[in-house]
């Protein structure tokens, strides 16, 4: 599976603005969502935004992250968390994921799964990167 990620575009004027909270504090939800939604940096809100492609899979569940960290050095932001899990035996079906902050509903992140994945009474896992979800780097 190739996936590819985006940060939104919205996302670090929401941090300047201080809409949103303290990522390591605040729940950090993680939704799926299926082929028809269509990815933009403009993109702000989840449920303005994203909520509408939301899958409906009867197993399916929002997921909060748990062990967020946010590590910070001279130049370079990391984000990272556990890998998130749907179940273990489930049958769900999505082509994306999300990141956003429960608390403000502003978006953070965006997985594409490069196509549909599919569990069939399986699990459904998202494994983030060793290195972390994200990370962000100020220029030199």
Known sequence: MAVSAE??????????KGELGNLEVDDIQCALLDSGYTF??????????????????????????????????DRETVVDADDVNFGDEVNISASYAVLFDETSDKLIFFVDFDGEEESVDGKFEIQWHEDGIFSTEAPA
């Open 40 to 73: 933009s940096h403009d993109h702000d809100n989840f449920t303005d935004d994203v909520s509408a492609n939301e899958i409906d899979d009867a197993d399916y569940s929002q997921q909060t992250l748990s062990n967020v960290s946010v590590t910070r050095t």
């Open 7 to 16: 940060i939104y575009g919205t996302f670090f004027e929401n941090l300047k």
